[in-house]
């Protein structure tokens, strides 16, 4: 069974870096705003999302490919979050799936941890990762992984937008870790 989620979440994980890189090829600055109309899916395959499931279990994410105008968009003074997926899957519950463009000097939230397991892919730009406490150069191509309850972060510390992926997830049949200690969740 760990064989299988894990076969799962590294098969997501490589979709959406393929997706996050082919949106980042085609990412303007100077791009029209999405439209204000709900997000539309360009393909979606309807098979065996709810096979297997009992009443009154949460709905399973159906594969589908998520565009970048159809993606969910949140914008802040950091810069923009596009959120393509979120819920769960037949390996994985608590998913988020996002790419984050974050303006020079900005982070989208200080050094922060939770619950989940979570990935970060650098996409393009520079800038500073926090993990643990420590602080280590962030360049294009790096991934950076969090254990549950691990303190992480992201800073632009560079001149152009940061791009960044963001999966995260807990493992279904996998205890959520309790909380170490009463520090807060973001410093």
């Given at each position: 069974?760990?064989?299988?989620t894990?076969?799962?979440?590294?098969?997501?994980?490589?979709?959406?870096?393929?997706?996050?890189?082919?949106?980042?090829?085609?990412?303007?600055?100077?791009?029209?705003?999405?439209?204000?109309?709900?997000?539309?899916?360009?393909?979606?395959?309807?098979?065996?999302?709810?096979?297997?499931?009992?009443?009154?279990?949460?709905k399973?994410?159906?594969?589908?490919?998520?565009?970048?105008?159809?993606?969910?968009?949140?914008?802040?003074?950091?810069?923009?979050?596009?959120?393509?997926?979120?819920?769960q899957?037949?390996?994985?519950?608590?998913?988020?799936?996002a790419?984050?463009?974050?303006?020079?000097?900005?982070?989208?939230?200080?050094?922060?941890?939770?619950?989940?397991?979570?990935?970060?892919?650098?996409?393009?730009?520079?800038g500073?990762?926090?993990?643990?406490?420590?602080?280590?150069?962030?360049?294009?191509?790096?991934?950076?992984?969090?254990?549950?309850?691990?303190?992480?972060?992201?800073?632009?510390?560079?001149?152009?937008?940061?791009?960044?992926?963001?999966?995260?997830?807990?493992?279904?049949?996998?205890?959520?870790?309790p909380?170490?200690?009463?520090?807060p969740?973001?410093?």
């Open positions: 069974m760990l064989a299988k894990a076969k799962l979440f590294w098969t997501l994980v490589l979709c959406v870096a393929s997706l996050c890189v082919g949106l980042f090829m085609a990412y303007r600055t100077d791009a029209a705003p999405a439209s204000s109309g709900p997000p539309a899916r360009l393909a979606s395959a309807d098979v065996g999302a709810s096979e297997g499931r009992s009443e009154g279990e949460p399973l994410l159906k594969s589908q490919v998520v565009g970048w105008d159809a993606a969910s968009l949140h914008q802040a003074d950091w810069g923009q979050m596009r959120t393509y997926f979120r819920g899957t037949h390996g994985t519950k608590d998913v988020l799936t790419v984050a463009v974050v303006e020079p000097g900005k982070a989208v939230h200080r050094a922060h941890r939770h619950a989940q397991e979570e990935y970060l892919v650098l996409v393009a730009g520079s500073t990762w926090s993990l643990a406490g420590k602080e280590f150069p962030a360049s294009r191509g790096d991934i950076l992984y969090a254990e549950p309850w691990v303190y992480h972060g992201l800073t632009n510390t560079g001149s152009e937008p940061l791009i960044f992926v963001v999966v995260r997830y807990s493992s279904k049949g996998v205890k959520v870790s909380r170490p200690d009463s520090r969740d973001e410093l």
